[in-house]
Nanobody, 121 residues
Framework: QVQLVESGGGLVQTGGSLRLSCAAS????????MGWYRQVPGYERELVAD???????TYAESVKGRFTISRDKAKNTVALQMNSLKPEDTAVYYC???????????????WGQGTQVTVSS
């Protein structure tokens, strides 16, 4: 089983910073992409940022220039540095690993438990 453990969420004032971290462990055959999603009650989960096995990154337009995603392939961890936080960034943030548990398993998304980020105005 693939397990993702997140840390770093919390309460911060507008303009502040937080750093989210996620460590993956378990039966991982291959990791194609790791990333972060967020979800607000009543809305669908949305991609915040991800990073591919080759190091290519994708960001939501709303966070470009403020958030930075990084990955340590050796440790199978991913981090999200969040700067200049805004109230609209308030959400539950989920770590995501897109990969396989075995060669003949289909690739799928594996999710962390979620960590709350609250930005006060």
């Amino acid at each position: 089983q693939v397990q993702l453990v997140e840390s770093g969420g919390g309460l911060v004032q507008t303009g502040g910073s937080l750093r989210l971290s996620c460590a993956a462990s378990g039966s991982i055959f291959s990791t194609e992409i790791m990333g972060w999603y967020r979800q607000v009650p009543g809305y669908e989960r949305e991609l915040v940022a991800d990073i591919s096995d080759g190091g290519r990154t994708t960001y939501a337009e709303s966070v470009k220039g403020r958030f930075t995603i990084s990955r340590d392939k050796a440790k199978n961890t991913v981090a999200l540095q969040m700067n200049s936080l805004k109230p609209e960034d308030t959400a539950v943030y989920y770590c995501d690993l897109y990969g396989k548990e075995g060669r003949w398993y289909p690739a799928q998304h594996y999710w962390g438990q979620g960590t709350q980020v609250t930005v006060s105005s």
